[in-house]
């Protein structure tokens, strides 16, 4: 058996890493769970995608560092909630820290109880499917249990380190 050798690298930092991802354009996602008996919790991502759609799987990732990662881990669902051009603000809030990142936000319980994001263009609610711990950060791999999407409505998109809202759609 041959063995295929490893690719030759050069040095870079975790900040060049950081910099030559926010290339790559993301949409802009808060995603949300109810703890049992707890406050919600949400956060800011920009980390998800799609896994199979046989059975209907999406992943997305969280620091390992999180104060919210308690609360996703003990949250038997969660929802992804895919923001829409002018929900800007929205991202920006739950991106803080030491906040109430729900205090003025309209949302409402999803089929399992996280909160869904009024005016959100697609939701994906989600059961816990699979969790990885990889490097640092823990990839939660949802199924999805349902899914709506607003048609026509642009979404916020995520790239270079800024947000963009004015995009065809």
Known sequence: MTS?????????TSDDLRAALGQFATGVTIITAAPPGGAPVGLTANSFNS??????????????????????????????NVLAADQRQLAE??????IDRFDGVAWRPGLSGA???????AVFECSHHHQHREGDHLIFIGKVAH??????VAPLVFHGGRFFSDLPF
Not at 4 to 12: M, R
Not at 53 to 74: D, E, H, M, N
Not at 115 to 121: H, L, R, T
């Open 93 to 98: 809030r739950f991106a803080k820290r030491g």
């Open 4 to 12: 295929t050798p490893e690719p030759a690298t050069t040095p870079f």
């Open 147 to 152: 899914c709506q999407r607003r048609v026509g």
């Open 51 to 80: 896994v199979s759609l046989t059975p209907p799987l999406v992943l997305w990732s969280l620091s390992a560092q999180s104060g919210s990662l308690p609360g996703f881990q003990s949250a038997s669902h969660y929802a992804i």
């Open 115 to 121: 909160p869904i994001i009024e005016g959100a263009v």
